[in-house]
Structures are given as C-alpha cells and as structure tokens.
C-alpha cells in the first residue's frame, strides 16, 4: 500500500493558542482520511501545515514520497487543496476560473481545454461554461471548487469542511464524485463536522484543543464505545430532556430530530425508571429503546471524558 501523505508530530502555536499538538497520521492512496472535531479543534491548522500554507513548530510532512521541507515545490505540486473558505473569482464564468487555477497550477494552455471539458463532464457542470461562477447554486460552487483544485491532477486531495452549509442531498451529490477519485487511487484528507461524512472515510482521527484523542475507522471507534445508548422519541422533547437528565445514570441527552440519544451508565436502570417519571412529567413517550451507538455518540463521550 502506498502512503501518500505522512504527518509526523506536527506542531503550531499562535501565541499562547496550541493550535496543533503532535498530530501524526499516514494516508494511503485510495484511503480517505477525516479529521473530525468541534469549532477551533486545529483542523484548518493541521491541513495547512500539510500544504506548507504555515509553517510547523515541530514535526515534518511528506506528500507522495516527497519531503514538504526539503523540496517544497515538488511536494506540492501532487496536491489538491480546497479551502475551509475557498474563493472562486465571482465575476469570472465557470470556464475562466478554471482557466486561472489551471494557469495558477502550471497546467499547459494547450493541456487546458481537454482537461476543463474532462472536469467539468466529471463535475456535472458541462453546459454551464459561460455562466458566472457567482450565478452557481451553493452545491454547483463547491463542485466548480473542486474542479479548480483538482486541475492539475493531484495524487493527494485536502478539503476542509468542503460541504459546510450544503443540504444532504447535494452532500451526497459531491460524495459520489469523491469515491470516484479515491477508486482512481487519490489520497483525501477531510475534515467534517458531518457524522455522514466522516461515516465514509476509512479512518477517523478525532481532534480537541490541537491533539488527536483518538484514531480508527468508523466501526472501531463505535465498537469501542464505553457504555450504552438509548433513543427516545417523545413529546415534547426540551420537557423530556429535562427530565431524562435528573436520573443519575444518564450522563447526557443529544437531540437528533424528534428523538433524543441519550448516553447511559448502562441501560437496565434508565430503561425501567424513565417510562414512569416521563408519565409523571405529562411528557408522551412514542418509544424508548437500547440503540448501537452513533458517531456522533463516541465523539459526544470522548468530550466529555476529556473535560472531566
Ligand atoms: N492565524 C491564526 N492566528 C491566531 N490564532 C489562530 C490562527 N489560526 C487559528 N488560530 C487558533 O487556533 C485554534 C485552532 O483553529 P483552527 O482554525 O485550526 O480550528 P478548526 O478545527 O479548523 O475550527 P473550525 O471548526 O472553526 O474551522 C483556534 O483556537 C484558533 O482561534
Ligand atoms: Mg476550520
């Protein structure tokens, strides 16, 4: 398997702020990697340490076998980087933005016409050539984003946060056109705070305050979940929350919906208790059951274990 990024003890600090705190972490091609983690956890940080946008503390990254330090043109000459708030030039059309990064990437003029009709055919945006790129819809802009960063066909891809904002639909939309680049054998570097997409990667890194907690794939990271979790659907729900938080053994209560996740000690007590204290409280109870915990639920426990 080839390893095209490596991250070793990566470190930066503004100030007082550690941003990023000897972060490790190896991608191998046709692997997508998430770095998940609440607002201010050092994701932008540590993505622009990969692309050599800041410079580290401590540590050193390699990008397809090429040291960042050492060769730093080289090394990123074979990576895509969209931006956590990556700028399309709004007055220029569909067409011409990729004309410039594709200027901006060194790509040949010559090269430049087959390679935009191959993106934008990839993208879903054929046909829509001439239209400024400020007229696009938020999804059609985050693929026109995409296109531009992958102009000169990179072997690595970093995107931060590259669907913030975007409905699930087109979420799902701008997936599709990421698995289709890791079966061609791309690295991706992701970071979400969506549960769906971190869901997708192969492997996980979940950061706080600069440092990774922990590491693993999605079904790892829900297997070794410490505890039980119980979904409740009832009316009203803030009333129901209230009141699954005065029983001692409900550590927390997540609102996913019109249910809410409620993590527990462990589930026999809370499953016998809660039916009649929500009665009680005149609150209606559509269901309450033992679920496997979410993504969601490891990364909730894992906060909270790190502040106690
Ligand atoms: N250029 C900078 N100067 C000073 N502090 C910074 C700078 N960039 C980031 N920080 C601080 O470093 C920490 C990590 O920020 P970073 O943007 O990497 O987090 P993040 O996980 O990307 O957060 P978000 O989810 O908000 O995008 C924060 O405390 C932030 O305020
Ligand atoms: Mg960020």
Redesign the pocket.
């Known amino acids: 398997m080839s390893i095209l990024v490596e991250a070793r003890d990566l470190s930066k600090s503004?100030?007082k702020?550690r941003?990023v705190q000897g972060v490790s972490f190896a991608v191998a091609a046709g692997e997508a990697y998430g770095l998940v983690?609440?607002?201010?956890?050092?994701?932008?940080?540590?993505i622009r340490l990969l692309i050599g946008a800041l410079g580290l503390d401590t540590g050193s990254v390699s990008l397809c076998g090429t040291s960042l330090a050492a060769n730093p043109d080289k090394a990123r000459s074979s990576v895509g980087y969209l931006a956590?708030r990556f700028a399309l030039y709004t007055d220029l059309t569909v067409q011409e933005n990729l004309a410039f990064f594709g200027a901006v990437r060194g790509l040949a003029r010559s090269a430049l016409q087959a390679r935009s009709a191959e993106l934008l055919g990839f993208v879903g945006l054929a046909g829509f050539e001439n239209r400024p790129a400020g007229q696009l819809s938020g999804g059609m802009k985050q693929k026109l984003g995409l296109a531009c960063a992958i102009v000169h066909t990179p072997r690595v891809l970093l995107l931060d946060?590259p669907t913030a904002g975007v409905d699930p639909v087109t979420r799902q939309d701008f997936w599709q056109l990421l698995i289709r680049l890791l079966a061609g054998g791309m690295a991706l570097v992701v970071?979400t705070?969506y549960m769906d997409e971190a869901a997708r990667c192969q492997r996980l890194g979940f950061?706080h305050s600069?440092r990774l907690l922990t590491t693993g794939s999605p079904r790892a990271l829900t297997q070794a979940f410490n505890g039980a979790v119980l979904e409740l659907t009832a009316a009203p729900l803030k009333q129901a929350r209230n009141v699954c938080m005065q029983d001692a053994d409900v550590l927390d209560a997540l609102t996913f919906g019109d249910r809410l996740h409620l993590r527990v000690r462990s589930a026999t007590g809370p499953l016998q208790r809660l039916p009649g204290m929500l009665a009680a409280a005149a609150v209606s109870v559509a269901q309450l059951r033992a679920i496997p915990p979410a993504l969601e639920d490891v990364f909730i426990a894992l906060l909270a274990e790190h502040k106690s």
């Open positions: 503004f100030g702020t941003a983690g609440p607002d201010g956890a050092g994701k932008t940080t540590a956590q946060e970071t705070t950061m600069g």
